[in-house]
Every structure is written in C-alpha cells, then in structure tokens.
C-alpha cells in the first residue's frame, strides 16, 4: 500500500515563507511526474507547480517567481519553497505523485496567509 504523507503548513503572515514536504512510502513503480496542488474554500483543486522526472519543472503563473519545487527521487520526496506568500495563497495544499500505472495523492496540508 502506498502512503503520501504530507507536512510543512500553517499560518504565516503575508509575505513569509514555508516549505513543504511530501514523502511517500510503500511499493511502486519509478515516480515519473511529482505535483502540487491547492484547493481554496469555494474553488476547483487547480496546479501549483510539478516537476517531471530528468528536471522539467512547471508553475502556475499565479506563482511563479514565489514558489520552487525540488525533489528527492532517492527519498521518493517533493518539496515546495512558498516564498513571499499572499493571502490569495491560502488554501489546502495536495501532493501527487504519478508512476506509469498509478496516481496517487497525499491527504493535503492547510496553508493560511494572514493579511
């Protein structure tokens, strides 16, 4: 069985900074695509940043020049920097990773940006 366990949110104040990591364990096949994803209170789970096995990464336009995501494939770990947070930010914050044969998600982690 494979797990996604998710860590790293919380409250933080506009313009601060937390990371977030992302580790799964158990059985699977090479993870090829690591994401993240956010979900705001009322609003569709949109795309924040993925990064493709060999280093492609992409971002949301929302976020882009803010955000950095990296990966650990030894540790089957993603990692998102959130530098510079905006209000408009918060939301609960998703893992996936996806191997050929499998998508899996983490069970999200809440981040709120106080004004």
């Known amino acids: 069985q494979v797990q996604l366990v998710e860590s790293g949110g919380g409250l933080v104040q506009a313009g601060g900074s937390l990371r977030l990591s992302c580790a799964a364990s158990?059985?699977?096949?090479?993870?090829?695509?690591m994401g993240w994803y956010r979900q705001a209170p009322g609003k569709q789970r949109e795309p924040v940043a993925v990064?493709?096995?060999?280093?492609?990464?992409n971002y949301a336009d929302s976020v882009k020049g803010r955000f950095t995501i990296s990966r650990d494939n030894a540790k089957n770990t993603v990692y998102l920097q959130m530098n510079s947070l905006k209000p408009e930010d918060t939301a609960v914050y998703y893992c996936?990773?996806?191997?050929?044969?499998?998508?899996?998600w983490g069970q999200g982690t809440q981040v709120t940006v106080s004004s």
């Open positions: 990064s493709i096995y060999g280093g492609i990464t």
């Open positions: 996936n990773f996806l191997t050929v044969r499998s998508n899996f």
């Open positions: 158990g059985s699977f096949l090479r993870i090829n695509t």
